[in-house]
């Protein structure tokens, strides 16, 4: 019997184009990501198989839900983060979700336009960011709705550097089709190994949304208490505010719009200490100041 765990890619969270729980956040809150990250990329490895039947994707898809509810039987892809939700006491919702998405992907390959997207980002990417957030205790009402927004815009940055490969292996487009038909771009230049001028317009204005996104998402960081996910969601955002800038200018069917290894590392350190160096002036600043009151 076909099961999600035979349907792993072997893909790992340092495999990722944005960290997972990286160092920067605390040991004590990184299992619980790293279950999730686990049962997430099984579900997502299921969705993009391009041998199994969308209705075998969805069977697999909901085997895995219902093992991580209690529902079904037990699944190893499920079990760790089955575990760590009790232990916390959070529910399953972000999770689920995922899932959800990924039931999509089994069954839908183009989007309308851009409301159309985002709604799909909001099982797709949102979520992750939620539980992350719930995962520390961080206030759901400050922080969830500019992290929806990072999230939103990490995951059209990894469609756009993905969009040939997407297409190829999965006939699956995630460019809106009204931006695409706005700058008469065609599906079937996706396939090919250099961008069509439209299809370089239809990469720039979606790189601009990112953008938007992008700025939409600044106030998460202050708003966080946490100061090591703050490092690490610093790190992210400038690593997508500079992929976001490279997608305005590269074409990812025929260049690589991705970092070295060293550039990665280095991106990420310098946001975090940069971060470190603004909140700890900050508090210093209002210690000064309640101490003068």
Same mark, same amino acid.
């Given at each position: 019997?076909?099961?999600?765990?035979?349907?792993?890619?072997?893909?790992?969270?340092?495999?990722?184009?944005?960290?997972?729980?990286?160092?920067?956040?605390?040991?004590?809150?990184?299992?619980?990501?790293?279950?999730?990250?686990?049962?997430?990329?099984?579900?997502?490895?299921?969705?993009?198989?391009?041998?199994?039947?969308?209705?075998?994707?969805?069977?697999?898809?909901?085997?895995?839900?219902?093992?991580?509810?209690?529902?079904?039987p037990p699944d190893p892809q499920a079990e760790p983060?089955?575990?760590?939700?009790?232990?916390? $006491?959070?529910?399953?919702?972000?999770?689920?979700?995922?899932?959800?998405?990924?039931?999509?992907?089994?069954?839908?390959? +183009?989007?309308?336009?851009?409301?159309?997207?985002?709604?799909?980002?909001?099982?797709?990417?949102?979520?992750?960011? +939620?539980?992350?957030?719930?995962?520390?205790?961080?206030?759901?009402?400050?922080?969830?709705?500019?992290?929806?927004?990072?999230?939103?815009?990490?995951?059209?940055?990894?469609?756009?550097?993905?969009?040939? $490969?997407?297409?190829?292996?999965?006939?699956?487009?995630?460019?809106?089709?009204?931006?695409?038909?706005?700058?008469?771009?065609?599906?079937?230049?996706?396939?090919?190994?250099?961008?069509?001028?439209?299809?370089?317009?239809?990469?720039?204005?979606?790189?601009? +949304?990112?953008?938007?996104?992008?700025?939409e998402g600044r106030a998460l960081v202050p708003a966080?208490?946490?100061?090591?996910?703050?490092?690490?969601?610093?790190?992210?955002?400038?690593?997508?505010?500079?992929?976001?800038?490279w997608l305005k200018t590269r074409d990812p069917l025929?260049?690589?719009?991705?970092?070295?290894?060293?550039?990665?590392?280095?991106?990420?350190?310098?946001?975090?200490?940069?971060?470190?160096?603004?909140?700890?002036?900050?508090?210093?600043?209002?210690?000064?100041?309640?101490?003068?009151?």
């Amino acid at each position: 019997m076909t099961t999600a765990t035979d349907m792993l890619s072997g893909k790992g969270h340092t495999d990722e184009n944005f960290p997972v729980a990286s160092k920067l956040i605390s040991a004590r809150h990184r299992a619980p990501i790293l279950a999730f990250y686990k049962f997430v990329r099984a579900g997502d490895d299921v969705a993009d198989n391009n041998v199994l039947t969308p209705d075998k994707k969805i069977e697999l898809l909901e085997g895995l839900a219902d093992a991580l509810t209690g529902d079904g039987p037990p699944d190893p892809q499920a079990e760790p983060l089955k575990a760590q939700l009790a232990a916390r $006491k959070l529910p399953p919702r972000h999770a689920l979700d995922l899932l959800e998405a990924f039931k999509l992907d089994a069954r839908k390959s +183009r989007y309308a336009n851009f409301q159309e997207l985002m709604a799909y980002c909001s099982l797709s990417a949102m979520p992750v960011g +939620r539980f992350v957030l719930d995962v520390h205790g961080e206030d759901q009402s400050t922080t969830w709705p500019p992290s929806d927004a990072i999230c939103a815009a990490l995951q059209i940055i990894n469609h756009l550097q993905d969009c040939g $490969k997407d297409y190829r292996a999965l006939d699956r487009v995630y460019l809106p089709d009204d931006i695409m038909r706005k700058h008469n771009a065609r599906y079937e230049d996706l396939g090919g190994g250099k961008a069509t001028p439209e299809l370089l317009a239809v990469f720039r204005e979606l790189a601009d +949304r990112c953008q938007d996104l992008l700025d939409e998402g600044r106030a998460l960081v202050p708003a966080i208490r946490d100061t090591r996910l703050a490092l690490e969601i610093s790190a992210i955002h400038r690593l997508a505010s500079t992929l976001t800038l490279w997608l305005k200018t590269r074409d990812p069917l025929s260049e690589k719009v991705h970092f070295s290894k060293a550039a990665f590392l280095a991106t990420t350190l310098g946001s975090a200490l940069a971060t470190l160096a603004q909140r700890t002036f900050r508090s210093a600043r209002a210690g000064s100041m309640r101490s003068e009151a």
